[in-house]
């Protein structure tokens, strides 16, 4: 069955720099979130979308941004790269906005900001 | 954690033991979530309870849920190495559709 794919897997920056992710719910899928997670940290909700509109927002930097295309495909951009951005982003997709959905999480892509 | 506190941070058992994991939270919620994460890799779903159930079963896995408490516990009997991993609790806020907030995890360790 197909999943939600995520690219790159791995990524190196350098301060200041400039980051992006890409998310590829599973098909039919409608509704895509970001998570951030640092080692051995919990994973923290960055933003999630639904029918290509913003839904909800967690602790997102402002130097962050994303957005949901026609394909249900998101992008996560990450500006002025810190060394505290380091770490684990997970999309995960869902379908429908409703109570109740499972996440169905990506294999994640590990930003390491040196 | 944006969430709360899972209980215990770490937990090391025998195969063929029990692991019972203890979650709390701090808001209302819709429904909580137990997820599973091998070190590294994605979150898998494992089990769902609405706000309006107290127990539920999946194979080897049973969840409870005390609303008053704001408190879910998640035993897995009869334990493999296999089980070896992470779980992390995670609940979605009423009114909150499309967000699920993570607690910050026990690390299971089943050792053969």
């Known amino acids: 069955a197909a999943g939600v794919i995520q690219s790159p897997r791995h990524l190196i920056k350098e301060k200041r720099e400039t980051a992006t992710l890409k998310c590829y719910p599973i098909?039919?899928?409608?509704?895509v979130y970001w998570y951030q997670q640092g080692p051995g940290q919990d994973p923290q909700f960055l933003i999630s979308?639904?029918?290509?509109?913003?839904?909800d927002k967690g602790s997102i930097p402002d130097r962050f941004s994303a957005q949901q295309f026609s394909d249900y495909h998101s992008e996560l951009n990450m500006s002025s790269l810190e060394l505290g951005d380091s770490a684990l982003y997970f999309c995960a997709s869902s379908l429908g906005r409703l109570a109740g959905e499972e996440l169905f999480f990506g294999e994640g892509s590990r930003l390491t900001v040196l | 954690s944006q969430q709360g506190e899972e209980d215990p941070q770490a937990l090391s058992i025998q195969e063929g033991e029990n692991a019972t994991m203890n979650c709390s939270y701090k808001?209302?919620?819709?429904?909580l979530q137990w997820y599973r994460q091998n070190s590294g890799r994605g979150l898998v779903h494992l089990i769902l309870?609405?706000?309006?159930?107290r127990e539920k079963h999946s194979g080897r896995l049973r969840v409870t849920l005390d609303t008053s408490k704001k408190s879910s516990s998640l035993l897995i009997t009869a334990s493999r190495a296999a089980d070896t991993a992470s779980y992390f609790c995670a609940t979605e806020p009423s009114g909150g559709y499309n967000k699920l907030i993570f607690g910050a995890g026990t690390r299971l360790a089943v050792h053969p």
């Open positions: 309870i609405r706000s309006n159930e």
């Open positions: 808001t209302s919620i819709n429904n």
């Open positions: 098909p039919r899928h409608d509704t």
């Open positions: 979308f639904y029918e290509k509109m913003q839904s």
